[in-house]
């Protein structure tokens, strides 16, 4: 067992997730996987099941029943990565819109360059974002801006979910909680780790969209980032708002 966990939440991701393992163990370092699973009817967890005894001590498995949000499938992931000796943990998208060779970018900032959060971010410098329409473009570069002016955070890509954590903010940060499921997710875990006066840096990496099966976003999600960090923000002003 290393001291770094990749977690990779899935839901019918077959297309991708061997491709996916098998980067992530060609890195230099040495990462563990723990793909979450919510029982996916294309067969992705049997898939995996079966990559287990090639990289037996390395690949993990967490079979969820039923399809219950994003948010929840992290916070499993990382009561299980607390139940064991692990450092580091990392959040990935398991279509490749997050490339495995950052993952190691992601490492260096908070071992080398002393963050106890680091993020993959689309928009530090410009924006890094290929194959998206140019509406879902802009929704997405204008959510992360509403949610800083909002929140006050001083994060360029406030909804991004590739992330590195020490393991001393998932101790700190009630995971039970955790108020949102979909994309706000991202929001609430970032503006808990900043309440909490962690180092927070931003690593500029290009994303790209999926080019295999299909994408999970939907109005809700939108909508309950965008009504969700206002009432987020408004119960944080109070003294019982718990972190």
Not at 64 to 71: Q, T
Not at 100 to 123: E, F, M
Request: charged content about 25%; some cysteine.
């Amino acid at each position: 067992m290393t001291k770094r966990l990749v977690i990779v939440p899935t839901y019918n991701e077959a297309e991708n997730i061997e491709k996916l393992v098998r980067n992530i163990f060609a890195q230099q370092r040495r990462f563990d996987i723990l793909v979450v699973d919510d029982s996916s009817p294309d067969g992705t967890a049997a898939l995996v099941a079966s990559l287990q005894e090639e990289f037996d001590g390395r690949l993990y498995l967490l079979r969820r029943e039923g399809k219950s949000g994003l948010g929840t499938a992290y916070i499993a992931g990382f009561k299980w990565a607390l139940a064991r000796p692990y450092t580091f943990i990392f959040e990935m998208d398991a279509d490749f819109s997050h490339a495995p060779n950052d993952l190691i970018r992601l490492y260096n900032a908070c071992v080398k360059d002393g963050a106890d959060l680091s993020i993959g971010s689309r928009y530090k410098t410009g924006v890094n974002v290929v194959n998206w329409p140019m509406g879902r473009v802009l929704l997405s570069y204008i959510a992360s801006k509403y949610v800083r002016f909002v929140t006050g955070m001083e994060i360029c890509d406030t909804t991004a979910g590739f992330i590195c954590y020490r393991r001393e903010i998932l101790e700190q940060i009630n995971l039970d909680k955790i108020k949102f499921v979909g994309y706000a997710f991202q929001i609430e875990m970032k503006f808990k780790s900043h309440l909490l006066g962690f180092k927070i840096e931003e690593v500029p990496v290009i994303f790209v969209d999926r080019t295999r099966g299909v994408s999970k976003m939907s109005t809700g999600i939108i909508s309950e980032a965008v009504f969700g960090v206002l009432k987020m923000k408004f119960k944080s002003l109070f003294s019982n708002y718990e972190i």
